[in-house]
């Protein structure tokens, strides 16, 4: 599948069938029935199948499906992506970079963007008019001209309940060069920092960070691009910290991923789809210098000249509870 980063939002729908005698995953810690009542479990990581014979699952090909979202704004544009989704009550929240034109993270070209969705397929940009960009404020944006802080604030949770409703959405934020931020709202749409000072520095040796906030207990959880050796040597990895005041965070630990060989993952979002919690996580496998597109095929959609030469491909990863492990499922 081609990496499309530059000016739409692809919706793409992926099929799954099961075939029968596979090799396992991870298997259910004995062989007592588990009882999962009515609660919502995962069928993919091999946990409920410890039988051999039970069927296992095989990915189909993602075939497009129509375009969900153009971003021709001004203040949006080819280098626009790192999108945030959550579920807010009956609507969709989504929030992602604006950046028209390649620039260093930071920069005062970048901007916060936001839609909205009741369904996850049709989205409304609402005209907000809290910032005035490219002499408007009829746009979409939530954050402008915050310097090096904006860059990534991308990573935004909810709290539903036990804390201040002024401090109900909030978002991870910031670059290598100025550590990790906290931003707080109450709207999901109005944000001001919630420390003036950066509350870690383990972003210093990372790109990108996503967040996951307490339900049932009082620690976040980041998860973080990060390099395998430190700094930008190795492979793009993904690693894992938490924090119960969200001012002193731990020393970010790499995760796992089982016997799978190494390679580069990119842009490592998970998402919650229980309260056990059972998370999965659709980071993309980079591959450098994997050219998928012919330099006419790349000027056709507008791709800078340099930036046709390597590609990605989303891949599906789970985990079960705070760990720091996740199974990839397919290799393909």
């Not at 049709?122 to 860059?151: C, H, I, M, Q």
């Not at 909810?158 to 707080?184: I, N």
């Not at 620690?219 to 700094?231: E, L, N, Q, R």
């Amino acid at each position: 599948m081609r990496s499309n980063r530059f000016g739409s939002l692809i919706l793409a729908l992926v099929g799954i069938s099961f075939f029968f005698n596979p090799p396992r995953l991870a298997a259910a810690p004995d062989t007592k029935p588990i009882q999962i009542g009515t609660r919502l479990e995962l069928m993919i990581d091999g946990y409920l199948s410890k039988n051999s014979r039970m069927p296992d699952w095989s990915l189909h090909q993602p075939y497009p499906a129509g375009i969900v979202m153009r971003f021709d704004s001004p203040w949006e544009g080819s280098f626009t992506g790192y999108h945030t989704i959550l579920k807010d009550g009956e609507r969709f929240r989504m929030y992602y970079r604006g950046l028209p034109a390649d620039r260093a993270d930071g920069s005062d070209a970048e901007t916060t963007c936001y839609a909205e969705s009741t369904d996850g397929i049709t989205w409304f940009k609402p005209k907000l008019g809290l910032f005035e960009v490219y002499r408007t404020k009829d746009n979409n944006v939530v954050l402008a001209k915050s310097g090096a802080v904006l860059a990534q604030l991308l990573a935004v949770y909810r709290q539903p309940s036990g804390v201040p409703a002024a401090e109900r959405f909030k978002a991870l934020a910031g670059t290598v060069s100025t550590g990790l931020f906290v931003f707080v709202s109450a709207d999901g749409l109005r944000w001001r920092k919630f420390f003036e000072k950066p509350s870690s520095k383990m972003v210093r040796s990372t790109r990108r960070t996503s967040a996951s906030g307490p339900k049932t207990s009082n620690v976040t959880s980041s998860i973080t691009a990060t390099w395998s050796k430190g700094g930008f040597g190795g492979f793009r990895s993904v690693s894992r910290a938490t924090s119960a005041d969200l001012l002193s965070w731990g020393s970010g630990v790499e995760m796992q991923f089982g016997s799978t060989p190494r390679e580069h993952l990119y842009t490592a979002r998970r998402t919650p789809i229980s309260a056990r919690p059972i998370y999965t996580s659709p980071p993309h496998a980079l591959l450098p210098g994997k050219k998928v597109l012919t330099d006419k095929e790349a000027a056709a959609l507008g791709v800078k000249k340099g930036y046709a030469g390597d590609c990605a491909d989303a891949v599906l990863m789970t985990s079960r509870g705070e760990t720091n492990t996740r199974a990839r499922s397919w290799k393909d």
